[in-house]
């Protein structure tokens, strides 16, 4: 698992909107976002940088090597 | 030498209080299993953390704590009171904007647009009853500062600053622990014992106290 937990979240679902694969959806009772679908998480890292709270932690363990294209 | 040895037995004398408002903070804020971030932002978080349990031991240092005031003179009770709430109201006014200092690093969003979608996400109880914290909160500094201009008379103002302490005292605390970023279980049961004992030692002297004179006046 890559993304690791939302802590102080407001429910202003920025990074529900951010996120290409649907990891995180927001929750009807708590109004608040949470990590649904963590296995489909591709560390992109847009969820933690779109959170104007800062309240997403993703995995400092897990990182994508940089894609360079040499053609 | 003296003045020193003065200043430490005051330090003594308020030992109990700085381990319960502290202490216990920073105990639960080490052992807490929360996400580790950076030293930066850890350091921000921990300064809201200590301002706030500090504001809530506000209760405690006042002319009611009999206890203290028979250690210390109550002048020194007063003066502590009012450098905490002075210096550590305007440290926790200024902690929304300690939320959003870590965008000024990022390249997403700018920390005013952080700070616009801060401030208006109505949909979010915690963040409301931030706003509302923080108006009350405004209000005891304003009062507070400008107290002489007033015209109030003295056992007035300190019933308004009273119960409008309480009332920020319950809706900050509730708006911690529906949106802190620290609110683990072990939190919520500190501040739920620390308000609940804070608010019985407040009403017990407006409520309990005056219902005696009255008493005894009959």
Redesign the interface.
């Known amino acids: 698992m890559s993304i690791?937990?939302i802590?102080?979240?407001?429910?202003?679902e920025?990074c529900i909107k951010s996120c290409p694969t649907d990891v995180i959806r927001l929750n009807r009772d708590t109004?608040?976002a949470e990590i649904l679908y963590p296995e489909d998480c591709q560390i992109c890292h847009?969820c933690r940088?779109?959170c104007?709270?800062?309240?997403i932690?993703i995995s400092?363990e897990k990182s994508i090597p940089v894609i360079v294209s040499w053609g | 030498m003296g003045l020193i040895m003065n200043k430490e037995s005051k330090i003594y004398k308020l030992l109990p209080l700085i381990l319960v408002f502290v202490g216990v903070p920073l105990l639960l804020w080490a052992l807490g299993e929360f996400p580790k971030r950076s030293v930066f932002k850890e350091l921000l978080s921990l300064i809201i953390i200590l301002t706030f349990s500090l504001l809530l031991g506000q209760f405690f240092l006042t002319r009611t704590n009999k206890i203290l005031v028979k250690q210390i003179k109550m002048s020194s009770v007063l003066k502590i009171h009012k450098f905490i709430g002075y210096v550590f109201i305007i440290i926790i006014m200024a902690h929304p904007f300690f939320i959003i200092l870590p965008k000024f690093f990022d390249n997403t969003k700018t920390p005013f647009e952080a700070f616009t979608i801060l401030l208006t996400s109505f949909n979010s109880l915690g963040i409301v009853l931030g706003m509302v914290a923080y108006m009350i909160m405004l209000i005891i500094l304003i009062t507070s500062f400008f107290r002489f201009k007033l015209h109030l008379q003295y056992r007035t103002w300190r019933k308004v600053h009273g119960y409008l302490a309480m009332l920020f005292i319950i809706t900050a605390t509730s708006h911690v622990i529906n949106i802190g970023r620290y609110n683990s279980t072990s939190f919520s049961i500190y501040y739920l014992i620390v308000v609940a004992s804070g608010i019985f030692y407040l009403l017990r002297i407006y409520l309990f106290k005056s219902t005696k004179k009255v008493i005894k006046n009959d």
Not at chain 1, 52 to 55: E, F, L, T, Y
């Open positions: 690791v937990s802590n102080g979240c407001i429910g202003c920025e109004k608040k847009l940088m779109y104007p709270v800062d309240a932690t400092p």
